[in-house]
T-cell receptor, first 115, second 113 residues
C-alpha cells in the first residue's frame, strides 16, 4: 500500500552542524505533517505543509514541500543538543483518498547531536 | 485538559495471557489510532477509528482487536499475547479532516515473556 519513505534512518552530527531529513512518496500527497519524538517521549506535532512548493520556518527549522507534492524535507540549521530525537513525516490522507482518517508515518530519522 | 491518556504505562505479560490497553481523550476528537513502535521500524498503524462504533485495520492488525464503544475511548486488546508483541504502544487522536494534527498519549511499554 501507500508508504512514505524517509531517509536517512540515522544521523549523527556535531553540535553546530546542519541536519536534513527527507520524505518521499510514490504518489501525490494532499499534505504532509512533521512530528518530533524526544528520547523516551511521545511524538509531538511540529508543522503541516499543504501547498505545492511551500516553505515554512520555525526558528532554526525549515520545512519544504516539493513542487509535485511527492516529497518533503526538514532542515535544521546549527543543531543544538536540544534537537536530539526522532523526526517523523506523516501522510494524513493515504493518497488515493479511499482510506480517509488513516494516518501513516514514515520510518523516522533518529538524530543524535554530539556536544 | 488531560489530552490523550493511556493506561497502563507499563505491563509485563506471560505468553498466552490477554490484556486490554485503554486510551481516553477529552478533546472530542473523531479519529483515534493505535500504533506500535519498535526499534528501526518507526510507528506502525495497528487499527484506527473514524468515529464511535467504527474501526478499521491498519498496517499490522494481526493479533489485536479494538473497540470504540464511546467516542472518547479506544481500546486495544491482545487476546493471546506473544513475544513478538513486545513493543511500545501509542494511542493518538485527531479532529476529523486531513489538515488536523494528531495528539499522542504517553505510551505503554509492554513486554511479553
Amino acid at each position: 500500500g501507500q508508504q512514505v519513505m524517509q531517509i536517512p534512518q540515522y544521523q549523527h552530527v556535531q553540535e553546530g552542524e546542519d541536519f536534513t531529513t527527507y520524505c518521499n512518496s510514490s504518489t501525490t500527497l494532499s499534505n504532509i505533517q512533521w512530528y518530533k519524538q524526544r528520547p523516551g517521549g511521545h511524538p509531538v506535532f511540529l508543522i503541516q505543509l499543504v501547498k505545492s512548493g511551500e516553505v515554512k520556518k520555525q526558528k532554526r527549522l525549515t520545512f519544504q514541500f516539493g513542487e509535485a507534492k511527492k516529497n518533503s524535507s526538514l532542515h535544521i540549521t546549527a543543531t543544538q543538543t536540544t534537537d536530539v530525537g526522532t523526526y517523523f513525516c506523516a501522510d494524513p490522507l493515504n493518497a488515493g483518498g479511499t482510506s480517509y482518517g488513516k494516518l501513516t508515518f514514515g520510518q523516522g530519522t533518529i538524530l543524535t547531536v554530539h556536544p | 485538559n488531560a489530552g490523550v491518556t493511556q493506561t497502563p504505562k507499563f505491563r509485563v505479560l506471560k505468553t498466552g495471557q490477554s490484556m486490554t490497553l485503554l486510551c481516553a481523550q477529552d478533546m472530542n476528537h473523531e479519529y483515534m489510532y493505535w500504533y506500535r513502535q519498535d526499534p528501526g521500524m518507526g510507528l506502525r498503524l495497528i487499527h484506527y477509528s473514524v468515529g464511535e462504533g467504527t474501526t478499521a485495520k491498519g498496517e499490522v492488525p494481526d493479533g489485536y482487536n479494538v473497540s470504540r464503544l464511546k467516542k472518547q475511548n479506544f481500546l486495544l486488546g491482545l487476546e493471546s499475547a506473544a513475544p513478538s508483541q513486545t513493543s511500545v504502544y501509542f494511542c493518538a487522536s485527531k479532529k476529523k479532516g486531513t489538515e488536523t494534527e494528531a495528539f499522542f498519549g504517553q505510551g505503554t511499554r509492554l513486554t511479553v515473556v
